[in-house]
């Protein structure tokens, strides 16, 4: 065994106490240091020892290699000081040991060999320092704390290493688990990084689109608009945000239709730049943040689905149909085309509603809009616009013929009546149509005119289309010519009454006349009722003509019964601007009286839907007239919408059962049924029952049977001039 001369002393510790201070102030203290202080020779060991006290770091005495590889074997140590020379070998071993083993503790040798090849071979053995005995104290604990001082760093160093990993995989965690695809592009606009979200979304495998341009992942009816915002390369406020676009859905790449091919998708994105030495920046590519907004894109759409379409059939609505019709009207003014527009109105359905019940209606709109669909083009536009109202529009026809087809279709379409629940029910429709360029150039024009033609049809006995025509017009503005005429005309006695017989079928004979007014026009000629009452009720001539009709038909029955048809009633209409005129039922008396007539020899016609206008008013006033024994029908009986009460609270004598059910009689088992119950109501109220509008034998057979006694129609006779009748009246059974 060697011994080295021992310099460091216990005391000399003492002897330097601000040294020995100087390290315990170190600042590596949360490393919990431990010496192993390896030599043979105790006074040696317990000099070091002495030394290293004051640091406060712990030191323990191995006195051989044995020693040393147990105690290294149990625990770490921070550092360990090791003689070379040992007594049961030397302590190359305790080096190789600490080396083979891969321990962190640092090892300084002290020894009294100093030969340069010790030194080395005890460096390249992992030693970090060499101390040659003897020894300044300074010297070994320099080399102490020095070496105390690189562990400390090494550990710190690993700490932070440690911790930036975590912090690392904690942003890629993020980055991969965010709701949204972030993604960097390279200044080629190819993907240098793109999370996790690609794949989950899009069904893209992110590794693979590395590389790849942007535009792979674009839906290609979005290329252009993508390429401002993947190619942005603003990082001020001015940059893009929220810009909506469509990806590619790899997911559902074999589907056809293009909502489940494209996501639609929000982007907001920002160009990089980096500053280099010069201190100048330079653009280094765009990262970007792409969220899926296709959750949001389907509850807007399915809310604009909603503000365009009506909920019960699901066609278009009024809003929808007026964008499209622009968009139309736009396009034939381009290509100097035309289009036509068709106003469709279920005939009577408030009544069928009301016996059927809404339900039970809702399912027939249902059903009527899928038979109408039936008769249209692909780019027609069938809308719903009320109640029983549709607006068709045919962005494209050739000519007028066009139009009459699809008009033609669909009334061809009810001639079969709807199978509802057991019964047939026929669907019939008064269609109005207008058409660009000829009847408007824009939306309101030709709306109105297409309601217009419709009306019209409505008057003239339903179930039929009609073109728009300006002798239809009903503007007070456009009608202002016509109005002035017939204000004329009531002054100049251009008017002129006919009568329509109304025959009681079981005595074969005229029991009344219903007096039509007729304009007598000096360029139109005789002019029919639905070209002019229409304005008279808008611009309140209603009641001049209305006046002009009492006192005329009056005058007529005075005629007749002058010439001894004593027993004839004579119907005359009248509207409710005329009831509401306070002085009406003073008026009737007044005619009357004037003419000598008996009150039961007048029957009022007032029609169901205008009674419905004022409710109140009717009662009144038909009461105040029926009180004073003038008669009280209700004409068009049955189109009215009402609910059928109010006839108890009116004084009825007759009801007048509206034309368009005569019609349907024989197609729709509906039309019968409605027939057959109007007839039973008015025999249980102990009313009048007349059929209007009796056209066919037919017609007339089946009323018969179903006990209906007065009839009204061309199958009679037309309206006529009273001296045109009179030959029939002399007759006893005159019909
Ligand atoms: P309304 O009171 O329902 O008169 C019946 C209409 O049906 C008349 O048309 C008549 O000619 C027509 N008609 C009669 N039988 C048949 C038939 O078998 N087949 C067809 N297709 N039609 C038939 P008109 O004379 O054109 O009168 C139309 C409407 O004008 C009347 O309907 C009435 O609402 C109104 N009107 C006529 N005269 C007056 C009047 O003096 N004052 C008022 N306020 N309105 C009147
Ligand atoms: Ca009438
Ligand atoms: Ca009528």
Request: charged share 25%; glycine share 6%.
């Amino acid at each position: 065994m060697t011994t080295s001369p021992v310099t460091t002393l216990p005391t000399q510790a003492l002897l330097f106490p601000e040294l020995a201070n100087a390290y315990t102030t170190s600042t590596y203290r949360d490393l919990a240091v431990s010496i192993l202080v390896v030599d043979d020779e105790k006074r040696a060991r317990q000099s070091v020892c002495d030394l290293i006290k004051p640091t406060g770091y712990r030191t323990i005495q191995a006195a051989s290699v044995k020693e040393a590889l147990d105690l290294l074997k149990q625990r770490p140590f921070t550092l360990a000081l090791v003689d070379l020379n040992l007594t049961d070998g030397s302590g190359q071993e305790i080096l190789n040991f600490v080396q083979e083993q891969e321990l962190s503790t640092r090892l300084i040798v002290i020894s009294g060999e100093s030969t340069f090849s010790n030194a080395t071979e005890a460096l390249r053995r992992g030693a970090c320092d060499f101390i040659r005995k003897p020894y300044l104290p300074t010297a070994l604990l320099d080399a102490v704390s020095m070496t105390i001082e690189k562990a400390e760093l090494q550990h710190r160093f690993e700490q932070v290493h440690e911790q930036l990993r975590g912090s690392e995989e904690l942003h890629r965690f993020i980055v991969n688990n965010s709701p949204d695809i972030i993604y960097m592009l390279d200044e080629q606009g190819r993907f240098s990084f793109i999370n996790n979200r690609a794949e989950s979304l899009l069904g893209y495998n992110s590794n693979k689109l590395i590389g790849q341009h942007y535009s792979t992942i674009v839906f290609s009816d979005d290329h252009e608009k993508a390429r401002f915002a993947f190619n942005e390369r603003r990082t001020n406020e001015r940059n893009s945000k929220g810009v909506e676009l469509r990806l590619l859905n790899q997911n559902n790449s074999e589907v056809t239709f293009v909502e489940a091919r494209a996501i639609s998708v929000e982007l907001t994105a920002m160009g990089v730049y980096t500053t280099n030495h010069s201190d100048s920046t330079e653009f280094i590519g765009t990262y970007g943040v792409i969220r899926d907004v296709s959750e949001r894109k389907r509850s807007e759409a399915l809310a604009q689905y909603h503000r365009h379409h009506d909920h019960m059939t699901g066609l278009p609505n009024r809003t929808l149909f007026n964008d499209r019709l622009q968009m139309a009207l736009a396009q034939a003014k381009r290509s100097d085309g035309q289009l036509a527009i068709m106003f469709l109105d279920v005939d009577r359905f408030r009544l069928i509603n009301d016996s059927i019940g809404h339900l039970a209606g809702d399912n027939l709109l249902q059903m009527i809009t899928k038979s109408l669909k039936q008769c249209l083009r692909e780019e027609d536009t069938l809308a719903r616009v009320g109640g029983d109202e549709f607006l068709l529009l045919l962005p494209t026809i050739s000519n007028g013929e066009d139009t009459t087809i699809i008009g033609q279709k669909i009334l061809d379409l009810t001639a079969t009546p709807l199978s509802y629940l057991g019964n047939d029910i026929r669907i019939t429709f008064s269609i109005g149509i207008a058409t660009y360029p000829q009847h408007g150039s824009n939306i309101e024009e030709l709306v109105r005119h297409a309601g217009i033609a419709m009306s019209h049809v409505k008057q003239s006995g339903r179930n039929n289309y009609n073109h728009y025509r300006s002798e239809l017009r009903q503007n007070p503005c456009q009608s202002l010519e016509l109005e002035n005429d017939l204000h004329q005309a009531i002054a100049n006695d251009e008017l002129q009454l006919y009568f329509q017989p109304q025959i009681d079928i079981q005595e074969q004979r005229i029991v009344g006349l219903e007096a039509l007014v007729r304009w007598n026009h000096a360029e139109k000629g005789i002019m029919l009722p639905s070209l002019f009452v229409p304005i008279a009720e808008q611009t309140r001539l209603i009641c001049d003509l209305g006046n002009w009709v009492l006192e005329r038909a009056c005058a007529k029955a005075r005629y007749l019964q002058d010439r001894g048809f004593t027993g004839l009633k004579i119907a005359i209409n009248v509207s409710m601007q005329q009831l509401n005129h306070g002085t009406f039922p003073k008026q009737v008396m007044e005619a009357i009286a004037r003419h000598g007539l008996k009150e039961n020899c007048i029957e009022i016609e007032i029609t169901e839907s205008s009674i419905m206008q004022d409710m109140h008013k009717a009662v009144e006033v038909l009461t105040e007239l029926a009180n004073k024994g003038i008669n009280i029908a209700i004409d068009d009986f049955g189109t009215g919408y009402s609910s059928l009460s109010y006839l108890r609270t009116l004084p009825i004598h007759t009801l007048k059962i509206d034309r368009s059910f005569i019609q349907s009689m024989s197609t729709d088992t509906a039309g019968s049924a409605i027939v057959t119950a109007i007839l039973a109501m008015a025999k249980g109220l102990k009313m009048n029952c007349i059929a209007e509008g009796v056209e066919t034998d037919k017609q007339k057979d089946e009323l018969q049977r179903a006990g209906c006694r007065i009839m009204q129609g061309y199958y009679y006779s037309q309206a006529q001039p009273l001296e045109k009748l009179i030959p029939y009246l002399q007759k006893a059974r005159n019909w």
